[in-house]
């Protein structure tokens, strides 16, 4: 069964940490591009960060710049979130996306495949 599951979110203060886990079955990631996307209550999706599989290349939203790092683990079929400097404005489903590509960044309309999200709250 192809399966992508985030987990790892929870609920921290402001300036703590989390890091996320994008964890694949069924495929596997290193010949794929991923994103990290959060939502917010009555907010839309939006991307944060992404790796493409080739190169490793990286980037990430102005929002986070400089708190979050996106790094993959080809062994472990798994792409980490590192957060820190958590802030309450970060509150949001944190969702990862795939698209089978060497390259890249992508819009949200372009990954083929997303999990189930997991929720990351940040409040004291």
């Known amino acids: 069964q192809v399966q992508l599951v985030e987990s790892g979110g929870g609920l921290v203060q402001p300036g703590g940490s989390l890091r996320l886990s994008c964890t694949a079955s069924g495929f596997t990631l290193d010949d794929h591009a991923i994103g990290w996307f959060r939502q917010a209550p009555g907010k839309e999706r939006e991307r944060i960060s992404c790796i493409s599989s080739r190169e490793g290349g990286t980037y990430y939203a102005d929002s986070v710049k400089g708190r979050f790092t996106i790094s993959r683990d080809n062994a472990k079929n798994t792409v980490y979130l590192q957060m820190t400097s958590l802030k309450p404005e970060d509150t949001a489903v944190y969702y990862c996306?795939?698209?089978?590509?060497?390259?890249?960044?992508?819009?949200?309309?372009?990954?083929?495949?997303w999990g189930q999200g997991t929720q990351v709250t940040v409040s004291s």
């Open positions: 996306a795939t698209r089978h590509s060497s390259y890249g960044c992508y819009s949200i309309y372009e990954y083929d495949f």
